[in-house]
């Protein structure tokens, strides 16, 4: 049987690419092709961007903020109807477990419309008064106004709630998107066509091209002429290379990128809260979380206690198909993250690491063994100038270091080019309140970890990212603020 093949979603129809260049999709979970997925060239890239233009000056642009708000709950609903085939999609690409995309990547995929519907019915803009000689006076009101075709370019992690996080506020302030998912990724990207043609999202609102980035969709669409504004999440190298790319037509840019992020575990923490958080900012979508945990920081008289419960949990992280209901883990995204992933287990040997669990490849039955499974991984005894503790892995693993004061690991954790998130384990809230607020990042839990509010700001600070989105924060990006002074 020949696998399925994904086309571009362009100006609400689905096109295959004029070139007739195809890639594979293949599952992570044993390296089956699961599907082929055209890649754009520039003709269909222009098609996108021209049908995004387009949809601006249709029925879309001229739609009352309250029925795009509702056409956006339609979406929302639409995805929800057809849950199992979103699900089904993104587990068949990432290869994640079905109770961790059931409860994380689908519903959260749904909710960002919702969410970003109310907040620009809900916010208001600013108003003054203000003197003028004559005493009469004059007014000044700020309106919002789309920013007009916004690039959404997404990694493959968390492919169908990323991408709705942007996509979601963007056709909330009244843009028209094209988006280009991960190459490794494409499916539930594609499938979100199918609901906005079914709820009556005007065509060319929300278009789809696939391909990979340097020389094909990406650089085509960040590089278009046409594009007004770039909305990014990868690694910080990729949005350096976008960044670049839109200096030259002074293209607004919206960067979450990587991150290196440390969790604080002190004394006086509860150890089974702060272990269960940290375990699963570690391991979670098998280290796949550009708020995960990977480097950890224990107060010495709970760190040998520490360690060894957090060994523990990593190795009863059990690796396996993503429907099994005993599996705890997936398999990294390919074979090719894989070998960056193994590549810092071995530096780690190197380097004279400790190794408290994993280190390796786990031993997987024999359907299983083509695909990208690596074992949850945990050492310590590294010094703090370790590639290993600098540098982004993107894998389950994690370094921990003892320390002894809050000085100390205040500096130890901000001592990072990343600023992306950090957790605090404690249950002192003086410390807590201290400590958090001390940390260079955009986004501190404190005794939990991933607990998301949409209404607050999301980002990164240092080479994490630039600007925040959520919330009113998004609006921000999205719209174009246009202030209108009246003379009385
Ligand atoms: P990536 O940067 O390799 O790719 C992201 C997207 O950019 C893909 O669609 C890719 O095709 C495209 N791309 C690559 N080069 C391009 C170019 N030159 N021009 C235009 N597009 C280009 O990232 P990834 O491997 O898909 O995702 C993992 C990374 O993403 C990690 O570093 C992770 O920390 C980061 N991330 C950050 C956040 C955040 O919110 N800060 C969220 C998720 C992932
Ligand atoms: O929760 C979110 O809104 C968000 N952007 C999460 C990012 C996770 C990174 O992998």
Redo the contacts with the bound molecule.
């Keep these: 049987m020949s696998a399925r093949e994904i086309l571009h979603f362009i100006n609400g129809q689905y096109v295959p690419s004029a070139s007739g260049k195809l890639f594979d999709d293949r599952s992570p979970v044993d390296n089956r092709v699961i599907a082929r997925v055209h890649e754009a060239g520039r003709p269909e890239v222009d098609a996108a961007v021209a049908a995004a233009r387009a949809a601006l000056s249709g029925p879309w642009g001229r739609m009352p903020v309250a029925e795009r708000a509702a056409m956006l709950y339609a979406v929302a609903d639409g995805i929800n109807r057809r849950f199992k085939d979103f699900l089904d999609a993104e587990v068949a690409d990432t290869g994640k477990p079905v109770s961790l995309a059931s409860h994380l990547d689908i519903p959260r995929g749904a909710a960002n419309f919702k969410i970003f519907a109310d907040t620009v019915k809900n916010v208001a803009t600013e108003f003054f008064e203000m003197p003028t000689p004559d005493g009469a006076g004059a007014i000044n009101y700020a309106i919002r106004v789309p920013k007009g075709v916004v690039a959404v370019?997404?990694?493959?992690?968390?492919p169908l709630l990323?991408m709705t996080w942007k996509v979601g506020p963007a056709l909330a302030c009244g843009n028209a998107v094209v988006v280009?998912?991960?190459?490794?990724s494409p499916a539930t990207a594609a499938l979100l066509g199918e609901v906005m043609n079914e709820v009556g999202v005007p065509p060319g609102v929300y278009n789809v091209v696939h391909g990979?980035?340097?020389d094909s969709a990406?650089?085509f669409?960040?590089t278009h002429p046409d594009v007004d504004a770039i909305t990014?999440?990868?690694?910080?190298r990729?949005g350096s290379?976008?960044l670049r790319?839109a200096a030259s037509d002074i293209k607004a840019s919206s960067m979450?990128?990587?991150?290196k992020n440390p969790a604080i575990v002190f004394a006086d923490a509860d150890m089974n809260v702060a272990l269960e958080a940290t375990a699963r900012s570690v391991f979670a979508n098998c280290g796949q979380v550009?708020l995960g945990t990977e480097r950890v920081y224990v107060e010495r008289p709970i760190f040998d206690e520490f360690v060894k419960r957090l060994g523990d949990a990593a190795r009863i992280m059990k690796p396996g198909r993503p429907e099994a209901e005993d599996t705890k883990i997936g398999p990294l995204i390919s074979l090719e993250h894989r070998e960056k992933v193994l590549s810092y287990y071995e530096l780690a040997r190197q380097e004279g690491a400790t190794v408290v669990a994993g280190g390796g490849v786990p031993d997987m039955p024999d359907d299983l063994k083509q695909g990208a499974w690596v074992q949850p991984t945990v050492w310590t005894g590294l010094p703090e100038t370790s590639r290993v503790v600098r540098e982004?892995i993107?894998g389950p693993c994690c370094h921990v270091t003892p320390f002894d004061t809050e000085e100390e690991v205040i500096r130890l954790a901000n001592d990072t080019p990343y600023g992306?998130a950090a957790a605090v384990h404690t249950t002192n809230l003086s410390r807590a309140h201290r400590v958090g607020a001390k940390l260079d990042v955009g986004i501190c839990w404190v005794n939990s970890w991933f607990l998301r509010d949409l209404r607050t700001p999301f980002g990164?600070t240092k080479h994490?990212?630039i600007g925040r989105e959520g919330g009113v924060h998004s609006l921000e990006f999205y719209t174009e603020l246009r202030n209108v002074c009246i003379k009385l």
Aim: glycine share 18%; with cysteine.
């Design positions: 370019v997404c990694p493959w992690n968390l990323l280009k998912p991960s190459e490794e990979f980035g340097p990406g650089e669409l960040t990014f999440t990868g690694e910080t990729t290379a976008i790319a979450e990128l990587g991150g550009c982004e993107f992306l990164g994490s990212g």
